[in-house]
T-cell receptor
Framework: GENVEQHPSTLSVQEGDSAVIKCTYSDSASNYFPWYKQELGKGPQLIIDIRSNVGEKKDQRIAVTLNKTAKHFSLHITETQPEDSAVYFCAASPWGGKLIFGQGTELSVKP | NAGVTQTPKFQVLKTGQSMTLQCAQDMNHNSMYWYRQDPGMGLRLIYYSASEGTTDKGEVPNGYNVSRLNKREFSLRLESAAPSQTSVYFC???????????FGQGTRLTVV
């Protein structure tokens, strides 16, 4: 079955710097790759997603890149702000309806 | 519009007791999921239901059962709770596979 690996597990940056989180997946049949943000005490919320027919997608300060050949995808956050501090999860959706998550990255943005 | 509602929010069980976690969504979604979240291990899929009337095992189904009662409701049952099932449980729903999943607020379960 699908396996998603996420790195790093923790990331600390200064406000205004960029943050990059990387994920790899194992099932070449996966075509949908969402990213979720989880704030303390809450359920995860989608921040951006990408499909296999697209190599890059941007939404303001957030961008995601996908390399299907290498089976990896990354989240890029530019001009980080303290409110970006949270746990971020990548996920992959193989055939059949499953949604498999990575282990999470705890991002800390220091003012 | 409540989204995904989970009950209860907190629960303490003794080893061997049984309980059912309830989940309901009001978005007319076809797919529903149950995850558990443990420190350092991310969100692990327990069971999912791609559509009303179907259920399938996820990554960690042992010790759990599910019921897709109707399109709105998807329950998770622990028949004989074990300390290893201490976790935060999240229910989620999506319109279909490969679309945005919406999560509930979670149920914090402690088994002593």
């Amino acid at each position: 079955g699908e396996n998603v690996e996420q790195h790093p597990s923790t990331l600390s940056v200064q406000e205004g710097d960029s943050a990059v989180i990387k994920c790899t997946y194992s099932d070449s049949a996966s075509n949908y790759f969402p990213w979720y943000k989880q704030e303390l005490g809450k359920g995860p919320q989608l921040i951006i997603d990408i499909r296999s027919n697209v190599g890059e997608k941007k939404d303001q300060r957030i961008a995601v890149t996908l390399n299907k050949t290498a089976k990896h995808f990354s989240l890029h956050i530019t001009e980080t702000q303290p409110e970006d501090s949270a746990v971020y999860f990548c996920a992959a959706s193989p055939w059949g309806g499953k949604l498999i998550f990575g282990q999470g990255t705890e991002l800390s943005v220091k003012p | 519009n409540a989204g995904v509602t989970q009950t209860p929010k907190f629960q303490v069980l003794k080893t061997g007791q049984s309980m059912t976690l309830q989940c309901a969504q009001d978005m007319n979604h076809n797919s529903m999921y149950w995850y558990r979240q443990d420190p350092g291990m991310g969100l692990r899929l327990i069971y999912y239901s791609a559509s009303e009337g179907t259920t399938d095992k996820g990554e960690v189904p042992n010790g759990y059962n599910v019921s897709r009662l109707n399109k709105r409701e998807f329950s998770l049952r622990l028949e004989s709770a074990a300390p290893s099932q201490t976790s935060v449980y999240f229910c989620a729903s999506s319109e279909a596979s490969e679309t945005e999943a919406f999560f509930g607020q979670g149920t914090r379960l402690t088994v002593v």
